[in-house]
């Protein structure tokens, strides 16, 4: 597609329950993100997918958080049993990756806000 | 991964040039200097980036000194609409993307 895509862009869901956001991204991209930004806070990592290596899911706050990216494009980003503090906005982004010559651009998605009460 | 360290606030009127430098001294050799603004509501926007030297394009410019210990964004004449969140990210092709809290620039009429 044009940009990444996310969905769903909103949800609320009751505390306990699990939820799951997909991110599709940019066509051709090889690098895939997952971050979190709370209301009025800076963004924090999640995860990322880089082609075929193992995901680094070095700032996945708890086990109750865990994503997968299926065939190299869509990612699911699953929170089990939901608390109120994991109400936020999940953003996706993505990139390609060249050489190392050519920086790292990621484009953003419009993000899935989640309510959770 | 360097960290950078960018002012917290900063505010400014219509027209004025803005420039806001961030500080990554323990930047390495095959790190990039990426800016992304971000909007309420909104996910961040990539800016400009660069290596050394300066860089321009149709939003900005971003000079970047010889010994790229820190690198200063430069917005020329800003008007409202520029009122966001400026981050300022260091990082090498293939590793995870790591914002700090970025600079909020306040424009007034």
């Known amino acids: 597609g044009a940009g990444v895509s996310q969905s769903p862009s909103n949800k609320v869901t009751e505390k306990g329950k699990d939820v799951e956001l997909r991110c599709d991204p940019i066509?051709?991209?090889?690098?895939l993100y997952w971050y979190r930004q709370s209301l009025g806070q800076g963004l924090e990592f999640l995860i990322y997918f880089q082609g075929n290596s193992a995901p680094d899911k070095s700032g996945l706050p708890s086990d109750r958080f865990s994503a997968e990216r299926t065939g190299g494009s869509v990612s699911t980003l699953t929170i089990q049993r939901t608390q109120q503090e994991d109400s936020a906005v999940y953003l996706c982004?993505?990139?390609?990756?060249?050489?190392?010559?050519?920086?790292?651009?990621?484009?953003f998605g419009e993000g899935s806000w989640l309510t959770v009460v | 991964l360097a960290k950078t360290t960018q002012p917290i606030s900063m505010d400014s009127y219509e027209g004025q040039e803005v420039n806001i430098t961030c500080s990554h001294n323990?930047?390495?050799?095959?790190?990039?200097i990426t800016w992304y603004q971000q909007f309420p509501s909104q996910g961040p926007r990539f800016i400009i980036q660069?290596?050394?030297t300066k860089v321009t394009n149709e939003v900005a410019s971003l000079f970047i000194p010889a010994d790229r210990k820190s690198s200063t964004l430069s917005l020329p004449r800003v008007s409202l609409s520029d009122t966001a969140v400026y981050y300022c990210l260091v990082n090498q092709a293939g590793t995870a993307l790591i914002f700090g809290k970025g600079t909020t620039l306040s424009v007034s009429s």
């Open positions: 323990n930047i390495a050799t095959n790190d990039y």
């Open positions: 982004a993505s990139s390609f990756v060249g050489p190392l010559s050519s920086g790292n651009t990621i484009y």
């Open positions: 066509s051709g991209h090889t690098a």
């Open positions: 660069g290596y050394k």
